[in-house]
């Protein structure tokens, strides 16, 4: 247990103003969480789950905390409270317990049985300080039965402040209903994150799931999915692009409780110079879980020799009547391919930048939503070509 | 304009390339035939410099360059054009990305401004026409999911944008039945101008009543063993290339 | 309940009363030191074989490394606690005769017989064809057989006691250089406490002419087996070791901690075959062998390779990962292996590839098949260091289950640090193809036969490595084992 005196220094000493400033709702989990973090302190490495990260020494440093911000709703819905915390457990997690602990406000998207929204909810967090800074943010999204929304959520940072961000989101997907969650990273490698998802699929529910990481220093993004309902259904995607000294976690749970549910999982990374790369997917299949179909892959790209790729995909069976299968690769570009390429007078470093794209397109191609792919292809390029005012991202980015 | 002296190639070890002198000048078309082995295929890559061969011995020039010590994309600017034997498939870069950033590094290296989107779109467009190409084609990934005729159909086409002076077609017609092969050896005369040059690899002739070469060279065991006009190659399509064996041997 | 389970678990029944085949005891008088473990025990078992000073200091460290450590874990396991002062350290079946057999006129007459029955005859003249053996009970070498022709070539093959006292320069050099007492708390118990195994030296550019084979025997109640096998292929060597263990039947779980050491050099192979029939405890989950395991090979030389190869289908308990060390450039290592487990057996088994030096390459290839309330869990490493420039590993991990109450897990690790490498891992879990039943039994097939037949086909990529005479054997042990599973 690293230290964690300065969190619980600040929880306590800055309580009444951090009640005064937030909702009733979230004030209420508070001494639960609190609790809960001091027993847990900050995982060690030795913790399976967070093997790959020291997340000691990205709370180490003493970031500012802005309490006095109202919240930007005072009055919750009702539901809100019957599901708010109740998939975010405090006792297992220390994260989840330290961002319950300290949390300010909570955004709650509420779509009522059979409604269904055109467009999806886009929300934009723009972290803008001139001190180090840290977030503590809360999403709940909950879909009544056959309900459908797509929520897309975009990370940004402006100016090279230092910035710490937990965040916790919760998902209920109602029977039948449809629930699209976009995490889209694109801030820059000052910005340390930490993002637990816990999502429930009732039955004939779908969930797809998207965590795109281009910029941040460290990301640490987690994904607790359960299919409880028979029917259910998961698409998880993931696509991580690292370089300098950049650090990207995928912790993925897909738990198969109820019969007849499917998960999809892809995630790719490309790991280039020192940067490193994690990504351990657990699809854990219950007794009752019969007919069980699921599928993971994880592949990856290591692009120098101080870039280090770790992956991890596990099943865990308890059923016997299940399709189940993983994979995972670390490999290099297809040399024909690069080589035809320059037949055809393409340089090799624009051969290989081409077939890095690709490489990651396969994510991008599995994206149900369209405008976010066609978007994500430029902030894709933009991402290899390392370039903020070329003429091509000028051009799409208005 | 090409002119290959002496030219010597391994590769992993084992020389394939025993000695090649072939010299082509603007406007003409080679043939070159030859049983399987006897290092057609090594030599079209030794010329667009394929990383897997070594040259170690001779020379290559063209257009008064040395081939030899260009990258091969700078080969491709310089204008030589190989239409693979079996090209690969690209998952996830679209013809049209590909074709683009071919194009505009060609013309990069001749001192043009890129060209824009549009124009660029508008070139696909007519270009496809030679080769009766699907429109589709310029959202799809570089020869994923192409059948055999529409990959060699693509190389054509590919052709037709970068306007090469000095075209291998590798056994183009490998694999192609009568009606694509007529398209694509079709499309490729319309492309020709007066000064492009081919060398043409095949087995048979029907491809050269398509193209009709100047000039037909017997490759065996690495070296050019017969060299003569286009009714060597009709004498091969009834014999084979056992006499020409016993011929060299006697 | 479906008339499907119904029929599964008329059939796990079945299975679980068969008997064990291996499950009887020997009679035979047989000194056993008193339970408990302090560091006078480790000098107790020292001085029993007569050990210099520089392995007594060996020992101890150990002990005293081993008294800091915690048993480890993290194993998908669960593990029954272990009294490690209940248990008796050393038991020497052959303690009549003063100084051990030397003839086989001075072996016990029971012995010989326990060793017959198992289908391993101590008597050259009527060994399998090819296989030397080196016969282990409890804790001490009963005899190992061929040895002075092997010794022509000038191959070494004894009781590791043997060659502590006949070679010990060679074992000095090598002993804890693959598997140091400091790797894990077992191989610290084990380097405390371990009394006999296998010592197996192949010189320089000699293929060893038959196969090697030590035959492993725990007999005497209330004991742990603690062997050490120590293999050293040099330069332009071969050798091909096989591996078999059983035990009685007995109701408290034994503990065997074992360590295998193996050092490859340039240009060597080694190819190490293990069929596994520990006794598994009964159908309730009752006694059984705990096999904590440390095996490990050094392929040290260029171009050398190291193969390991098991059929698990014994002990309640199996816990252990052949690994391989990849340092030398060119190397090849693989690992093929099928572990079954029914009733409460439990099996957290797989391997560990280092990749450290250039152009190395790797294989693994796993099958495990799950029936009854068992637990199946394939765990392993696959890392590439920074040097390993075209490393190379292929693994594909395949789980079969048989019930709907059996669990089985794939938990590979992959540490990639070098951008040539090229790594591919594949798993699949499903359950035995209705569609290949019923094939078989339209075609008259008794639905057990059926079973037997397609989950030996499913291994059949494993038993094809095994040498000749133990793949029979391993097939046989496979189709008893999962006799009318069906699911």
Redesign the interface.
């Known amino acids: 247990m690293k230290d964690i005196s300065q969190y619980i220094e600040l929880f306590r000493t800055e309580r009444a103003l951090l009640d005064s400033h937030s909702q009733a709702l979230l004030n209420a989990h508070r001494d639960e969480a609190a609790e809960a973090f001091m027993r847990l302190g900050f995982p060690s490495r030795k913790v ?1 789950r967070y093997r790959y990260t020291d997340v000691a020494e990205a709370f180490a440093p003493n970031y500012g905390l802005k309490l006095d911000t109202p919240p930007a709703a005072m009055n919750l819905p009702e539901v809100a409270a019957t599901r708010y915390g109740t998939l975010a457990n405090v006792q297992n997690d220390a994260i989840t317990a330290l961002n319950t602990m300290l949390v300010q406000d909570v955004i709650v998207i509420y779509v009522p049985a059979d409604q269904r929204r055109e467009h999806p909810v886009q929300l934009t967090n723009t972290l803008r300080s001139s001190v180090p800074l840290m977030q503590n943010r809360r999403l709940l999204i909950i879909a009544e039965a056959g309900a459908e929304v797509q929520v897309l959520q975009t990370d940004k940072a402006e100016g090279g402040q230092d910035f710490l961000t937990t965040q916790v989101t919760e998902i209920f997907v109602g029977e039948g209903a449809h629930v699209e969650f976009y995490d889209m990273e694109d801030s820059h490698s000052r910005c340390h994150r930490f993002h637990q998802v816990y999502a429930q699929v009732a039955a004939g529910g779908h969930l797809t799931h998207t965590t795109f990481t281009l910029a941040s220093g460290l990301s640490r993004n987690q994904a607790d999915v359960r299919l409880v309902g028979q029917g259910a259904d998961a698409l998880l995607l993931g696509c991580a692009i690292t370089d300098g000294q950049q650090h990207v976690d995928n912790n993925t749970l897909i738990e198969h409780i109820a019969p007849g549910c499917t998960s999809r999982e892809l995630y790719k990374y490309v790991v280039d110079q020192q940067s490193s790369g994690a990504f351990a997917g657990r699809v854990l299949v219950r ?1 009752e879980a ?1 007919k069980t179909d699921s599928i993971e892959r994880n592949a ?1 790209l ?31 570009l ?4 690069l ?10 470093a ?2 290989r930048m ?2 890095k ?6 994510v991008l ?1 599995a994206i149900p939503l369209e405008a976010l792919r066609q978007r994500l292809h430029v902030l894709v390029e933009k991402r290899f070509r390392n370039c903020e005012d070329c003429k091509l991202c000028q051009k799409n980015n208005r | 304009m090409l002119e290959i002296k002496n030219l010597h190639a391994t590769v992993s070890g084992k020389e394939i390339l025993k000695g090649i002198d072939l010299t082509i000048r603007p406007g003409e078309i080679h043939a070159l035939m030859g049983q399987n082995g006897a290092g057609k295929s090594t030599l079209s890559n030794v010329l667009v410099g394929h990383p897997a061969y070594t040259v170690t011995e001779g020379s290559v020039t063209f257009n008064g360059k040395d081939l030899l010590a260009l990258s091969p994309d700078e080969r491709s600017h310089e204008g030589l054009f190989l239409s693979f034997q079996q090209p690969v498939e690209i998952p996830g870069v679209s013809m049209a990305n590909f074709m683009r950033a071919a194009l505009n590094a060609k013309r990069k290296y001749l001192g043009q401004e890129p060209l824009d989107a549009s124009s660029f779109l508008k070139l696909m467009r007519e270009k496809r026409k030679v080769v009766e190409l699907d429109s589709k084609l310029a959202n799809r990934s570089v020869n994923e999911g192409f059948s055999g005729g529409e990959k060699k159909r693509n190389e054509i086409y590919q052709m037709a944008i970068l306007e090469p002076t000095m075209c291998i077609l590798d056994e183009t017609d490998s694999g192609l039945d009568v009606d694509a092969l007529r398209i694509v050896a079709e499309g490729f005369n319309k492309l020709r101008t007066p000064e492009t040059s081919a060398i043409v690899i095949t087995h048979y002739q029907r491809l050269l009543d398509y193209i009709k070469p100047n000039f037909v060279h017997v490759l065996l065991g690495g070296r050019i063993v017969k060299s003569g006009g286009p009714e060597l190659a009709l004498e091969i399509e009834q014999r084979g290339f056992d006499w020409i064996k016993e011929e060299i041997e006697s | 309940m479906s008339s499907d389970q119904e029929t599964t678990n008329a059939f796990v029944r079945s299975v679980a009363e068969r008997t064990y085949e291996y499950g009887f005891t020997t009679t035979v008088e047989t000194e056993v030191i008193d339970r408990g473990l302090t560091e006078d025990t480790v000098r107790l078992i020292s001085e029993k074989k007569g050990e210099p000073e520089w392995l007594l200091d060996f020992r101890l460290k150990a002990f005293r490394y081993w008294l800091t450590l915690e048993q480890p874990t993290w194993g998908h396991l669960k593990m029954p606690e272990i009294d490690y002062q209940a248990i008796s350290y050393y038991a020497d079946p052959t303690a009549k005769k003063k100084q051990g057999p030397k003839s086989l006129d001075e072996i016990d007459p029971e012995l010989m017989k326990t060793f017959d029955k198992l289908g391993i005859p101590l008597e050259e003249r009527l060994a399998l064809s090819g296989t030397a053996v080196d016969a282990v009970m409890d804790s001490v070498s009963v005899k190992t057989t061929f040895r002075e022709k092997l010794a022509e070539q000038g191959i070494i093959f004894c009781s590791i006691s043997e060659a502590v006292r006949e070679h010990p320069d060679l074992v000095r050099k090598y002993l804890g250089s693959v598997v140091p007492y400091r790797d894990n708390f077992f191989a610290a118990l084990n380097s405390a406490v371990f009394s006999d195994g296998s010592f197996v030296y192949i010189p320089k550019g000699v293929r060893c002419p038959m196969e090697l084979s030590t035959y492993f025997r725990i007999n005497a109640q209330g004991t742990g087996q603690f062997e050490r096998t120590l293999i050293v292929c040099d330069e332009d060597a071969y050798v091909s070791y096989l591996e078999g263990c059983t035990a009685p039947m007995r109701d408290e779980n034994q503990l065997h901690a074992a360590i295998v050491e193996i050092v490859v050099e340039n240009r060597a192979e080694v190819k190490y075959s293990t069929v596994q029939n520990w006794y598994p405890g009964d159908k309730d989950g009752k006694g059984g062998v705990l096999n904590l395991v440390t095996k490990r090979g050094l392929l040290r030389g260029v171009n050398s390779k190291l193969s390991w190869t098991q059929v698990e289908t014994g002990s309640a308990i199996t816990w252990k990962y052949p690994s391989c060390v990849l340092a030398g450039e060119g190397s090849q290592a693989e690992f093929y292996s099928v572990a079954v487990t029914n009733n409460f057996q439990q099996a957290d088994t797989g391997t560990k590839m280092i990749h450290l030096a250039p152009r190395t390459s790797s294989t693994i290839i796993s099958k495990g098949i799950s029936a009854g309330r068992s637990q199946n869990s394939y765990r392993g490493l696959v890392r590439v260091a920074p040097k390993a420039e075209g490393a190379r590993n292929y693994s594909s991990c395949d789980s079969l289950l048989l019930s709907s109450t059996c669990g089985a897990h794939t938990f590979p690790y992959m540490d990639i640090q070098n951008p040539t490498a090229v790594v591919e891992h594949e798993a699949t879990t499903s359950k035995i193809s209705e569609d290949q039943l019923f094939y078989c039994q339209q075609r008259g097939i008794p639905q057990e036969e059926a079973v037997g037949l397609i989950v030996n086909g499913y291994a059949k990529d494993v038993l094809n490595k095994l040498p000749m005479e133990f793949a029979v054997e391993a097939q046989k042990l496979l189709s008893v084992s999962l006799e009318g599973t069906v699911g």
Not at chain 1, 334 to 337: T, V
Not at chain 1, 341 to 348: K, N
Not at chain 1, 357 to 362: K, T, V, Y
């Open positions: 399976e007794q019969e990856n290591v692009c120098t020799e101080q870039a280090r790729m770790w992956t991890q995909p596990m099943l865990e069976i308890y059923a016997d009547d299940v399709k189940c299968s993983h994979g995972s690769t670390v490999g290099q297809n040399n024909d391919a080589f035809y390429m320059r037949q055809r007078g393409i340089s090799e624009e051969a081409l077939l794209q690709a490489f990651a397109s396969e191609a």
